[in-house]
């Protein structure tokens, strides 16, 4: 059969980065993306990029508090908007030079038959076909969602103005960091959730320690709060739990995960299930030569494994038979303030739940005087090797946490052992050397 292309991207998000390899590597390619704007997808657009941002304006409005600073400053969201769009103009122009020789294509496309993707009322062929469709916000049936009172994340990284109270529906990493941005910033802060702890599958001491962060930051807790109903009332919501307890505010900001866009699939050929599009260790799907990669296929809902995923199919599609990704050795972070959560490979709860043998080290930064001056006063580290003494996974509560936890990456990367890990001498005075003193321990 003669194909239009080699490889079609269903979806231009991360999969631009596959698109981009492959074009090198003398392929053929196409990417069929509905709002060719949009090039780099969620993360990019209304993810990771200018919520990371966001909250690098709200760091610095929350050390201006320091009892040695004096004077207020105030965050001007139209200005912050400006310069996020400016940024994210620049970036995507910046995608599109080096999609330079690749079909871009301006549709919403469908994969409509094996091979075959429709855009518009036009067929396009492929060897492959790599869909990256990505997620939406989820929200619960009993919400009604208007992008004006009831809101989601999408809706806070385009706003021009603050709002003087907000409620956050959620504690994943989107109500999380959003909780923390908005109290950060000066804004009255309710934290709903269903349960009765904050990152419950983390080591327990740093899930206690983030609760008190965000208590400390002004975040008002509402734990054991799953939403029943929200009704309008006098120009306000009133927010009231299965359990009966009401909340009135003004803004709702629904939170409660995302969920993967499996539409674009309409042939019976590729399984779907409740998590996303079906696939094997490969990222292909049920029809062979289809992969999914990204937010879609329900594996892992982070930018960076998007794009592991899709340059592993591009690795492969070239003959290159690349090492299989291991999902739990991906990085995974949750951006709060003043400490961020990171963990990577085999964390606790885990390792207890498989019945596995393992060692812990657990150093509280409390006290020690580079975390105390460095707003780490609740920060954690917890380091766990394997029976044999190789290290197997590690959570950090800490500023920067997301950098620091590529210590522990790399040593189950390198496939180090303890004793290894401890001839690593770390600078001092740094959050790192910390990192080196739980290694010690170990």
Known sequence: MNYDYDVIFLGGGLNYAGAIIANRGGLKCAIIEKNTAHLGGTCLHNGCIPSKMYLASAETILRSRKEFINGEIKLDM????ESKEALLNRATQSIANQCNGIDIIEGEGVLSAPHTVTAGDKNYTARYIIIGSGAKPFIPDNIEYDKDRVITSDDVLNMQTLPNEIAVYGDGAIGLEMASFFASIGVETHLLWRHDTLLRRANEMISKNIYKQMESIGVILHPNFEIGSVTDIDNSLEIESKSGEKLQISKLLVATGRKANTDAVQTDEIETDKKGIVTDEHFETTLK???????CNGKIQLAHAARAEVLYVIKRILGKNPDI???DNIVKFIHTLPCSYACVGKIKSQLESSKTEYKESLLPLFGLPFAMTHD??????ALYSDSEGFIVGGEIFAPNAEELIAIVAMAIAGELDANSAK??????PTFSESVEKCFMRL
């Open 289 to 295: 030569n289809h992969y999914a990669v990204g937010d």
């Open 78 to 81: 139209q200005k912050l908007d």
């Open 325 to 327: 990704i291991n999902i």
């Open 376 to 381: 780490g006063a609740d920060g954690v580290i």
């Open 423 to 428: 001839k690593t001498i770390l600078a001092h």
